[in-house]
């Protein structure tokens, strides 16, 4: 009875230490090229959506590094709207530090983008 008892709390907290290591889910319109990797690697927030002063959508994304070195994080948008797709933005870089975030913001090429996605990869040192 003792040994089944134990093995039932093991069981238990390697779960529960599973549950609590896990990543959490990626924001809606974002995902992660490499992603097995890269969600060891850094924590996205939830993007802030917003209007720029000309109408055009602006999306900006938190990321933060999550390991022991820096980071470089490239991500790229595609924004759709009631005109259909704009063709992908480029690349655009960011160097996160150890215990760090950085935003990366993008913005859509007319103001009838409704809708966007945001890749994120790993980039070269």
Known sequence: MFARRS??????AAA???ACASAPPLPRGVSLID?????TRIQVSEPLVSRSDTGTLRVAVPVRNLV???????????????AGGEAPSGWKRVFINKDSSE??????LSERAGDYQIELREGNR
Do not use: H, M, N
Not at 7 to 12: E, S, Y
Not at 68 to 82: K, P, W
Not at 103 to 108: N, P, V
């Open 7 to 12: 093995l039932l709390i093991t069981l238990a």
């Open 16 to 18: 529960l230490l599973a």
């Open 35 to 39: 992603a097995e990797r890269l969600k």
């Open 68 to 82: 022991d070195g820096r980071l470089v994080i490239e991500g790229r948008a595609t924004f759709r709207g009631s």
């Open 103 to 108: 935003t990366l913001e993008f913005l859509s």
